[in-house]
């Protein structure tokens, strides 16, 4: 386990107050905070900060806590409202492609919901709808699908290089 504060440990949340339950326990038995430490995989600094906060807040110390950092700003609701805002497609909202990007969105978002995200974040919430980044795929604008079939019959194999026998 590191000693980094910024790291936070693998496990559940509930995995998690099991160790620290562990923890307060050992100490309490007398052992000393060096070994705790290491039968837990804390650092022994984190261990006296848990101390001090069991001292203070006493059972409710052990209660499973959220995993760290910001909060998202969209609540569930809203990221539903934008899903189905992203799903009518970028000319329903102004914009002369079909074609999103996280610069697009972050504009949708403020101005549907009055949030302003900067583009680089914008694929943090992506993710929590389970969307991934995709690459359109090119093709020719005014491709005529039966001049294409038809090339590909006729031309496409009489100009292929086929293998040299010998």
Excluded at 14 to 33: P, Y
Excluded at 63 to 70: D, K, L, N, Q
Excluded at 132 to 146: G, H, M
């Amino acid at each position: 386990m590191s000693d980094n504060k910024d790291m936070r440990p693998s496990g559940t949340p509930q995995q998690l107050e099991q160790r620290r339950r562990k923890a307060i326990a050992l100490l309490e038995q007398g052992h000393r905070n060096q070994e705790v430490a290491r039968l837990v995989g804390a650092s022994a600094g984190t261990l006296c900060d848990w101390k001090k906060a069991y001292q203070k807040l006493g059972q409710s110390f052990f209660e499973a806590h959220s995993p760290p950092g910001r909060k998202g700003r969209l609540s569930e609701n809203q990221m539903s409202r934008l899903k189905t805002l992203l799903l009518k497609g970028p000319g329903k909202h102004g914009y002369r492609t079909e074609l999103w990007t996280l610069q697009r969105i972050a504009e949708v978002i403020e101005k549907h919901f009055g949030i302003a995200y900067d583009p680089s974040s914008v694929w943090h919430l992506l993710h929590r709808m389970g969307w991934s980044c995709q690459k359109p795929e090119s093709k020719a604008r005014e491709q005529n699908p039966e001049a294409v079939l038809q090339w590909r019959q006729r031309d496409w194999p009489r100009i292929k290089k086929r293998p040299k026998n010998g």
